[in-house]
């Protein structure tokens, strides 16, 4: 890390505090580049969002909590940045928001150049077959070719992984394109129930229409490190110049959700890092041996709170630095600046 806090005044880019937001919590962006945007790029933002009767491109598979459930009330807006750089971004209030219904979690986003498409992941809750009442958590992919107009998104017309299982922290990328040619499609998924397990490796040959996981282990937990919890990818796979692929991930200490264990030093959420070889992307040539950003800052971890950070969203910078975009205890968003040495 070499910039910790790169907002104003050493504080969150998005904030209800900054005036930045009408929503109280604002919190696990993904960065999108926007060709048509001068300013490079836009944010999907998850926010707290009351069940509010707002409309949105996105979402139309999913069901609605009531408002007395005690699921997260949130949902997904899309902010462009009004500066080169990344740092500002348009007020977001309820005609931002492009999945409405909620709950919508945690989104991820890529471009893929040799396409011109871009790709949202979120989760949300959907009915389980053969049941009118149980839900699941389930991974859906919207695309546009045109990704700076909100209306322009659509959902895929299924989840990514139908059946009676549950996954969440789910992005994709394309590590086999060029620039003359689509190859196939690659994601890093999180099956299970609330807050999952170990990161999986799934690949898809048929346009994003099915998956196969070809590695249900890529990243696991590890009983004797400090990423002894529950793991989910954060932002997209980074290509360094080397070739291979940078990897942020989550680690939620909250586990197990029924009776946790008790919270490190370092918070609830902390970020991790893993580099996959070019050649093989199963396998894993280095990974982190302690949390590379935890809760540090005063709005990592307001009075009270065992702090968190936790990230959906990276912005590569070249020469193989990052600005990793993070939500601060669920309430805020936060830029970090990162070096990678290759």
């Known amino acids: 890390v070499v910039d910790r806090a790169l907002g104003p005044d050493g504080g969150p880019i998005i904030s209800s505090a900054s005036n930045s937001s ?28 009351t069940n509010v009767d707002a409309k949105s491109p996105l979402g139309g598979g999913c069901e609605q909590t ?12 899309f902010t462009k940045a009004t500066s080169s750089s990344s740092l500002e971004y348009e007020y977001i209030d309820e005609t931002k928001l492009i999945v409405a219904v909620s709950p919508s979690l945690d989104p991820r986003a890529v471009h893929r150049p040799s396409t011109g498409v871009s790709y949202l992941t979120y989760q949300c809750n959907v009915k389980s077959e053969g049941s009118s009442s149980k839900l699941l958590r389930k991974t859906f992919v919207a695309s ?24 969440c922290g789910t992005c994709v ?48 937990t590890r009983p004797d490190a400090w990423d002894d919890r529950t793991l989910s990818s954060a932002a997209c796979p980074q290509r360094l110049s080397d070739g291979n692929w940078l990897v942020l991930y989550n680690v939620d200490n ?31 040539l280095a990974r982190s041996e302690e949390p590379l950003i935890f809760a540090a800052e ?33 309430e805020v968003v936060e830029a970090v600046r990162i070096q990678v040495d290759v």
Request: aromatic content about 10%; glycine content about 10%.
């Open 144 to 167: 546009s070719s045109t990704p700076g107009d909100p209306a322009s998104w659509r959902d895929a017309p299924a989840p990514m992984f139908p059946g009676p299982s549950e996954d």
């Open 22 to 49: 009408a929503f109280v919590d604002n919190f696990n962006a993904a960065w999108l580049p926007l060709e048509d945007n001068d300013d490079g790029g836009a944010l999907f933002v998850r926010v707290t969002n």
């Open 173 to 220: 990328w394309f590590p086999d394109d060029d620039d003359a040619s689509a190859g196939a499609a690659y994601a890093l998924v999180t099956f299970g129930g609330l807050r999952g397990g170990n990161i999986s490796l799934a690949r898809s040959d048929d346009g994003l229409e099915t998956w196969q996981v070809v590695n249900p282990r890529l990243l696991a």
């Open 298 to 330: 005063p709005y990592d971890k307001p009075s009270g709170s065992n702090g968190s950070v936790y990230t959906d969203g990276v912005k590569a910078e070249g020469g193989d630095a990052f600005t990793v975009f993070v939500g601060g205890n669920d």
């Open 254 to 284: 909250l586990w197990p959700v029924d009776d946790p264990l008790p919270i490190p030093s370092y918070g609830r959420c902390a970020l991790g890092w893993a580099v996959l070889s070019r050649a093989n992307l199963s396998h894993v």
């Open 66 to 77: 009531s408002p007395t459930s005690n699921q997260s009330h949130s949902s997904i807006a």
